[in-house]
Nanobody
Framework: QVHLVESGGGLAQPGGSLRLSCAAS????????MSWARQAPGKGLEWVSG????????YYADSVKGRFTISRDNAKNTLVLQMNSLKPEDTALYYC???????????????????RGQGTQVTVSS
């Protein structure tokens, strides 16, 4: 049974940092691309960043490029999102999502991603 459990969210000031983690279990983590997505209040689900199964390449939404860094530790079945220079518009519920294969789609749909966690809340406010 696949489980994805996000942690590390919280309250940060503008310009601050947070580090999100996603603990994965129930599948061969090292065989699948993974992504982070977020959903702000009243808005749709937005893809944020993705990483291939072996960590060889990473991709970012324009809104977070240069501020967020995605990484993974396949030995520990963990996905990480380091978020720096946070802005109020980064406030959202953040999810990790498992790709159906070793590919990164920039829209989070059931066709491309078959599991995501319950999310961790990130609030950026002074």
């Amino acid at each position: 049974q696949v489980h994805l459990v996000e942690s590390g969210g919280g309250l940060a000031q503008p310009g601050g940092s947070l580090r999100l983690s996603c603990a994965a279990s129930g599948f061969t983590f090292s065989s699948y691309a993974m992504s982070w997505a977020r959903q702000a209040p009243g808005k749709g689900l937005e893809w944020v960043s993705g990483i291939y199964s072996d960590g060889s390449d990473t991709y970012y939404a324009d809104s977070v490029k240069g501020r967020f860094t995605i990484s993974r530790d396949n030995a520990k079945n963990t996905l990480v999102l380091q978020m720096n220079s946070l802005k109020p518009e980064d406030t959202a519920l953040y999810y990790c999502a498992k790709s159906r294969g070793d590919r990164i789609a920039t829209t989070i749909t059931p066709l491309e991603y078959d599991y995501r966690g319950q999310g961790t809340q990130v609030t950026v406010s002074s």
